[in-house]
């Protein structure tokens, strides 16, 4: 188990672990005895991360969502796939590199896969923008799904941003009709797809690429019109309020299971996805190919009527 | 003359409503000056002075709009209301209540069916002055009807847009219209009818990031708010101020957003020019 950093909630499990630690210094020393006592701790420790998990509030789990060694795409897709072969560019302004994709292989499935990519260093974190995608990087999105759509790969996407770039040379390179069009992409598509919110589904920037007929979810992660952040500083004025916020605009898996926004939610390991990222990515891995795997035998205009036939019933009475 | 107002107005000390000084004259909001309401009505809320384009609802756009103003307004759709219980400072509930007292309408987006220049056309209007015309599943249901009723009667759907983003009070299912309107957009092209956008002050968030940019064609009132991500936002991002004009009418024409930036008395007749040329083919069939 590698721990970085504990997050504000996981103090009690941080303390325990803290004294594992220095007991473990002291058995290095010699004192054999102290191993019973050190399993002793550890078993309570495991017991209080497992009941701390199983109970996160929506704003805990908005924390667990953007810990910042939870896996992200370059994670996932080394994981994943026996081949990935990245893709670059929007052939009109750049390359976004919020947004990444290319081809890539599970055993002798081959597909498009596209997804937010946040860094996990000060310097990655700078080039990939911390995952918030400018027009460019959805603009790049749909010329691969375009690419995916013409050549009969399915397209997988992995979902993991705070929310597109708000920023002025974004808004005038069509930030939105970007957005609007990638989501577009999404739903007239002849080919299988499938989405799974990874980390963060934050607003516009997530749906773009979200748009699929079976979307997944990771079970700590969140997904949400705005941040209970920004939700909380219009509707209760303050910020400060992000934890009501995020309790009543209800962000969670299980929350979105029910309101039947997502079709599974895929467990992580106990104490999130960053506690054991390998099994994490197994998992993940699993379910995409369980998902593409029942998708295959559709038609492409099976596909689309399923995906439309989807979003129409979402809220419906 | 009903025998309500037949009796009020025959009592001399009864001061008729729309007489009081109040609604006799109308400040711009932009210039602040004074003019006559009837002169600024007749000018169809556009101040004579500045021309800023007041906002205006869903039956003052169909008067505007309509051939010898005859239309048929669409009842709006039933959808689950307050699917989330939710509660900020105030109940969503009451929030709509409120919203529905100021009699602007069941919710943000009305849609009518009439001609325009002879041309038949089912049109819908989001109305900012019903919690800020935000997409909520209302709003996505009435639009999803507005594009199936233009299918039904084989003519194009034009959507005036007006909105801040989606309604937060309705969480994730509020963010759902994206895609949901998306796929609605998907049919009337699939049924090979034009889908044409008219955006009016404001339209931001995503609203603007689905429905309000999907358009064969995209016009703009003149001046108005567009944009995806809101001002103080991008503000704080960059740390710096924000360009001249950034996120109007003219700026994002000037940026190819837009085909073009249309003033409220011309919007009629140059709607009805835009859906003769996309309609003339199917027609001749």
Redesign the interface.
């Known amino acids: 188990m590698t721990m970085t950093s504990y997050l504000e909630f996981e103090k009690p499990i941080a303390a325990l672990d803290a004294r594992i630690a220095e007991l473990r210094e002291t058995a290095d020393t010699g004192e054999i005895d102290i191993e019973s006592e050190i399993e002793r701790l550890a078993a309570k420790s495991r017991k209080l991360l497992a009941s701390t998990y199983a109970g996160l509030t929506p704003w805990q789990k908005t924390q667990v969502a953007r810990h910042p060694a939870r896996p992200h795409f370059k994670h996932y897709v080394a994981g994943m796939f026996d081949d990935f072969l990245p893709l670059a560019g929007d052939r009109a302004f750049g390359d976004d590199k919020a947004i990444m994709g290319g081809f890539a292989r599970m055993g002798e499935q081959r597909m498009v896969v596209i997804g937010h990519e946040k860094g996990d260093t000060t310097e990655s974190r700078i080039r990939h923008n911390f995952g918030m995608g400018k027009p460019e990087g959805y603009r790049k999105a749909i010329r691969l799904m375009d690419l995916a759509d013409r050549f009969g790969l399915p397209v997988v996407t992995l979902v993991d941003t705070s929310g597109a770039f708000p920023g002025v040379q974004a808004e005038e390179r069509g930030q939105a009709e970007a957005i609007a069009r990638s989501t577009e992409r999404c739903l007239t598509l002849g080919v299988p797809m499938v989405s799974a919110i990874v980390g963060e589904g934050g607003s516009g920037g997530a749906v773009a690429l979200a748009s699929a007929e079976r979307v997944l979810m990771f079970e700590h992660a969140v997904y949400s019109v705005i941040s209970p952040e920004g939700c909380a500083s219009i509707l209760w004025r303050t910020a400060d309020r992000a934890a009501d916020a995020a309790e009543a605009m209800q962000v969670t898996a299980a929350d979105l299971k029910r309101l039947n926004v997502i079709d599974r939610i895929v467990k992580e390991p106990v104490g999130g996805a960053h506690r054991d990222s390998a099994l994490a990515i197994q998992e993940l891995a699993k379910a995409v190919r369980e998902e593409l795997e029942t998708l295959k035998v559709l038609s492409p205009a099976e596909l689309r009527a399923a995906r439309e036939a989807r979003f129409l019933a979402i809220g419906a009475l | 003359m009903n025998w309500f107002s037949r009796v009020r107005n025959s009592i001399p000390f009864i001061a008729r409503q729309d007489s009081t000084p109040d609604n006799l004259w109308h400040k711009c909001k932009a210039c602040g000056e004074m003019v006559f309401a009837k002169e600024f009505e007749d000018n169809l809320s556009v101040c004579p002075k500045c021309n800023h384009h007041d906002r205006i609802g869903a039956a003052s756009r169909f008067g505007m709009l309509f051939d010898d103003q005859i239309w048929e307004e669409l009842s709006s759709p ?3 209301e307050d ?2 219980k ?4 105030k109940k969503y509930v009451d929030r709509l209540k409120a919203a529905r007292a100021a009699n602007v309408g069941n919710d943000a987006l009305t849609n009518a069916l009439g001609r325009i220049h002879g041309n038949k056309a089912v049109v819908g209007v989001q109305d900012f002055a019903f919690m800020g015309g935000s997409m909520g ?1 209302a709003v ?1 249901a009435a639009f ?1 009807l507005g594009t199936e009723r233009a299918i039904a009667e084989k003519c194009p759907y034009v959507i005036f847009t007006a909105a801040g983003g ?1 309604r ?9 219209q ?3 309107s ?2 609605a ?3 009337l092209h699939a049924a090979g009818l034009p889908y044409i956008v008219v955006l009016t002050d404001p339209t931001t ?2 609203v ?7 358009g064969d064609v995209q016009m703009a009132e003149p001046n108005a708010l567009i ?4 001002q103080r ?2 503000e704080q ?2 740390r710096e101020k ?2 001249e004009g ?2 109007r009418s003219e ?1 994002l024409l000037e ?3 837009l085909d073009m930036v249309v003033e409220r008395k011309d919007l009629r007749d140059r709607l009805g020019s835009v859906i003769d040329y996309l309609m003339a083919a199917k027609a001749a069939a």
């Open positions: 039933t959808v689950r699917p989330l939710f509660k900020d400072s599943m996505g999803i989606a937060m009070q309705e969480g994730i299912l509020s963010l759902m994206m895609p949901r998306t796929v957009i998907s049919r968030g995503g603007t990031a689905s429905y309000a940019m999907l944009g995806f991500a809101g936002v991008i991002t960059i924000l360009p950034f996120q700026y940026h190819g957003m």
